[in-house]
Nanobody, 123 residues
Framework: QVQLVESGGGLVQAGGSLRLSCAAS????????MGWSRQVPGKEREFVAA????????YYADSVKGRFTISRDNAKNTVYLEMNSLKAEDTAVYYC????????????????WGQGTQVTVSS
């Protein structure tokens, strides 16, 4: 079955950086758009970033543009999220997502998602 396993979350001070990783298995990784979404308790899950299968088109939420970078390594079946200049409002559980369509990833209607990794930014 499809598994998306996130890692790299943790506690960081405001202004710091973290790199999230997501290892995928059970799917043909190079055919899937991959993304990251995040959720704060009591709020809806929101789109953060997406990358198309070949990695040549990227999409970002306005709130993270210029600070976060999504990338992928199709040889390793892994997608990354480099997060810089972190703010307290970036605190959330971050989920790796996958769908055949990047538009669905952006819209939050992806086929698969992981268990999430907690990112906490202290101010």
């Amino acid at each position: 079955q499809v598994q998306l396993v996130e890692s790299g979350g943790g506690l960081v001070q405001a202004g710091g950086s973290l790199r999230l990783s997501c290892a995928a298995s059970g799917l043909t990784f190079s055919r899937y758009a991959m993304g990251w979404s995040r959720q704060v308790p009591g709020k809806e899950r929101e789109f953060v970033a997406a990358i198309v299968p070949r990695g040549d088109s990227l999409y970002y939420a306005d709130s993270v543009k210029g600070r976060f970078t999504i990338s992928r390594d199709n040889a390793k079946n892994t997608v990354y999220l480099e997060m810089n200049s972190l703010k307290a409002e970036d605190t959330a559980v971050y989920y790796c997502t996958a769908d055949r369509s990047e538009r669905e990833v952006v819209r939050g209607r992806y086929d698969y998602w992981g268990q999430g990794t907690q990112v906490t930014v202290s101010s």
